[in-house]
């Protein structure tokens, strides 16, 4: 079975000879592939020229689907178009006249459509503009700096509210700054550039921001400080306050949020205009140095953080106690006590005693105490009545410390002989009687010793040591 001209048939051999049959040749069929239809192609939208899009749009029409043929300068990525309208974007095109950029489309059966030349278009390139540095978003500068970058240089162009006498930008990046602005938000701000073929850049919008001013706080003040308490640590002067919540005075010059840096808190939130009295805390015992607080205003500007005077907090009375007594009975009439106490402060003294100490130390004190009713030495007498208490920087007052009973004498004991020693004796160790009208220690002079340390008031008897021959 062969194929003849478009024709089947079957030869059959016979006898030498060729018998064609069941052949029909048709002329026409044979033409197929010179009468296919081709695809037509028109312009429907040309690129608008001259253009600053680096990528225009082109519209034709198609009157079969079949694959996009790309001439001259023009390319796109659509290669394939579809029946009726197509519109392709063409790849990113250089500055210049475009005037030999044609489309054909082969349909499916290889045919190819007439040749479409774009009508002739140019490209400008645009500048292209972009923020390189914002303006603060909260600036109290009036006449603020503002930084952006150009592919081209040209005329500067400002709306919006800004202007500057920045009027030519360079290829790159420009720093401009904007003319005087009073208070407010500036938030349409907008800066073109026109290049030399007077291209106009897109706007670029300046990123929002604020103008205006700091408010201001005036110096605060703790208010419930009863001393002065110098932390050496510091070298700063410590209000001291027995209260876990202590006040402070704040000014304000505006309503605002309260902020707080350091260690210190509060449930306040909020200033309002003139004095405000502040409450901390409630804060634990110890010193705090690092205490500050602003006003925020309610456009967000914050004023400088202002320092709160340093004090420490002391909720613990102090605690005194005995160290050395007062020895009894004693001939000093300014007798010394010594004392300890917790912390420092102000001694206060009641009963029979005073001194001329009135401040304490943390540690151990030493006192001379005298008659508080004369104000001079104590008197021969019974002294049981003598308190002291400690009153520390934060008013806190230490339980009372009553000094134990002591004997003020100031007279000599007088002594009476009662027996004297037989003279002469042989006895190497007498006894000797004598009469006191004290207690007391006793003492020796001369040749003669006693074990006898101490005597009674009334008739005492001691035995010298033993003795040498001789008149003593």
């Known amino acids: 079975m062969y194929k003849i001209k478009g024709c089947w048939g079957v030869v059959l051999m016979l006898a030498g000879l060729c018998l064609l049959a069941s052949c029909s040749i048709t002329e026409q069929l044979s033409k197929t592939e010179d009468t296919g239809v081709r695809p037509v192609i028109e312009e429907v939208t040309a690129i608008e020229t001259p253009t600053v899009n680096m990528r225009p749009v ?131 701000c907008t800066i073109t550039v026109k290049n030399k073929d007077g291209i106009s850049s897109e706007a670029l919008t300046v990123t929002s921001f604020t103008v205006g001013s700091r408010p201001n706080l005036e110096e605060a003040t703790v208010l ?89 907090i002391d909720l613990t009375a102090p605690v005194i106690s005995e160290k050395i007594s007062i020895v009894s009975p004693t001939s000093n009439q300014t007798p010394s006590y010594v004392f300890s106490s917790s912390e420092e402060g102000t001694l206060r003294y009641e009963g029979d005693c005073t001194s001329n100490v009135t401040q304490v130390v943390s540690g151990n004190n030493v006192i001379s105490l005298f008659d508080r009713s004369t104000g001079l030495g104590f008197t021969s007498g019974t002294y049981s009545d003598c308190r002291i208490q400690v009153e520390d920087l934060a008013g806190l007052v230490s339980q009372v410390l009553s000094i134990p009973s002591f004997v003020i004498d100031v007279t000599a004991p007088v002594l009476t002989e009662l027996s004297a020693i037989v003279s002469p004796t042989t006895n190497m160790t007498p006894s000797y009687g004598f009469v006191s009208d004290k207690g007391g220690q006793l003492s020796y002079s001369g040749a003669c010793e006693s074990s006898a340390s101490s005597v009674v008031q009334g008739e005492n008897t001691i035995v010298f040591k033993s003795l040498s021959k001789g008149t003593l």
């Open 58 to 188: 082109y519209t034709f029409s198609s009157t079969q689907v079949g694959d996009i043929l790309y001439s001259g300068l023009c390319e796109s990525k659509t290669l394939r178009a579809v029946t009726g309208n197509n519109e392709i974007q063409l790849e990113s095109l250089a500055n210049g006249t475009y005037d030999t950029c044609g489309i054909r489309v082969r349909n499916e059966d290889g045919l190819e459509s007439n040749e479409l030349i774009m009508t002739p278009f140019t490209i400008l390139n645009q500048p292209s503009l972009a923020e390189v540095s914002a303006v603060l978003a909260l600036t109290t500068n009036q006449t603020p700096s503002y930084e952006f970058s150009t592919t081209q240089a040209g005329e500067l162009t400002y709306a919006g509210g800004c202007q500057s006498e920045t009027l030519h930008a360079v290829t790159g990046n420009n720093l401009i700054i904007f003319e005087t602005l009073s208070e407010g938000v500036y938030s349409s």
């Open 224 to 312: 419930p400080g009863t001393g002065v308490y110098l932390n050496r640590s510091f070298q700063e002067d410590y209000l001291v306050t027995s209260q876990a919540s202590p006040s402070f005075v704040a000014q304000a010059s505006e309503p605002g949020s309260v902020l707080f840096s350091g260690d210190c808190s509060s449930l306040m939130t909020q200033f309002v205009l003139g004095d405000n009295i502040i409450q901390l805390g409630p804060l634990d015992e110890g010193e705090y140095s690092n205490c500050r607080i602003a006003l925020r205003s309610a456009s967000g500007f914050t004023s400088f953080f202002l320092s709160i005077r340093p004090f420490k």
